[in-house]
């Protein structure tokens, strides 16, 4: 009875975790929405002249490049820096690593995701299309799992690393609002999000698929193929 009710508690305060965590997400949104369109307001004059519907966008990118350079330096922490998926540092199966840490930042991501979901679907089709609605529920179906399994967190972090070239896309955006194509800004930032596309999107992928087939033994499960 002991066991059962230990492993109630534990269970609740998970839970209450991940809640908070998603609550924190989508309140971080509002804020950060909220202060980019106050700010681009003090610090660029143009800002004032956009309709109201670039202005949305406009806020809209701000809590994005927000979450993205969260996500991308937390994921590269937990990665490469921090020994959570060290292989020689822990006995349990690599596929089954989880940290508050980590659980924190899915939890975090999912209020992001909901918060994107939400004014997509408010302003539907001005902020995208059906693409973007049918990449956001995947994106929170596979976080979603992961966090409640507890699965698979590794290459969660690995996709949610690939976000790392939202800043870039964000900018390029903003810049030929203002009008700025043809600075040496936007050539540069071109430039950057070429290189990080390419570490980020294509290498990383790469990485990704052959880091899942060497641990098959172990992936396997995920897909119920077999049992360890």
Known sequence: MAVSVTDYVSTSTKQS??????????????????????????????YGKLSSGVKVEWNNRGFSTFHALIVAFAS????????????????????????????????????YFLSDLAMILWLFPALGGLEYVLHHGLSMSSILLSLISGQARIYILMVLFSESTTPFVNLRW???????????????????????????????????FAHMFSHFDQTAQLLHIYEA
């Not at 490469?80 to 930042?105: A, P, Q, V, Y």
Request: aromatic share 16%; with cysteine; charged share 15%.
């Open 17 to 46: 975790h991940w809640l908070v965590s998603i609550f924190s997400g989508i309140i971080v949104c509002i804020i950060v929405y909220k202060l980019t369109g106050y700010i681009s307001l003090l610090c660029f004059k143009g």
């Open 76 to 111: 590269l922490y937990l990665l490469l820096l921090s020994d959570e998926f060290d292989e020689k540092s822990h006995g349990d199966l690599i596929i089954n690593r989880t940290s508050t840490l980590s659980d924190t930042l899915l939890g975090f991501s999912l209020g």
């Open 174 to 208: 903003y810049l030929d609002v203002a009008g700025q194509k043809n600075s040496k800004l936007y050539t540069y930032n071109g430039i950057a999000l070429f290189l990080g596309w390419l570490v980020a999107r294509i290498f990383l992928f790469i990485f990704f």
